[in-house]
């Protein structure tokens, strides 16, 4: 996850954009993936790696890669936009590590 993808997260939370569960879009709404794929520019092959490290759930502690993780919070724990940003913040690369 890079900085643009917190901000599209946060942009999405503040401006009231509906918020989906089960699916990445919904009419006018989406769920956090679909708004950072927006926000990216980017198919979902590019999130998709099951090569990718796998991360620990600050919710329940189940491990997921990056991707899946925030599918994850946005289905099973329904976590709001805002919630998701602030509390995967922490997995943003720096420009030299994702290249």
């Known amino acids: 996850m890079d900085q643009r993808a917190i901000d599209a997260l946060v942009e999405a939370g503040l401006r009231n954009r509906l918020q989906v569960f ?29 090569s990718a490290p796998e991360v620990s759930c600050p919710q329940c502690g189940g491990c997921y890669t990056e991707a899946v993780l925030i599918l994850h ?22 420009p030299n590590e994702s290249a």
């Open 22 to 50: 089960g699916k990445y879009y919904w009419y006018t709404g989406a769920c956090a993936m679909g708004v950072i794929l927006d926000a990216e520019g980017v198919e979902r092959s590019r999130w998709v790696s099951h």
């Open 73 to 94: 919070c946005n289905d099973a724990h329904r976590w709001d936009f805002l919630t998701i940003a602030r509390k995967l913040e922490h997995l943003v690369t720096s």
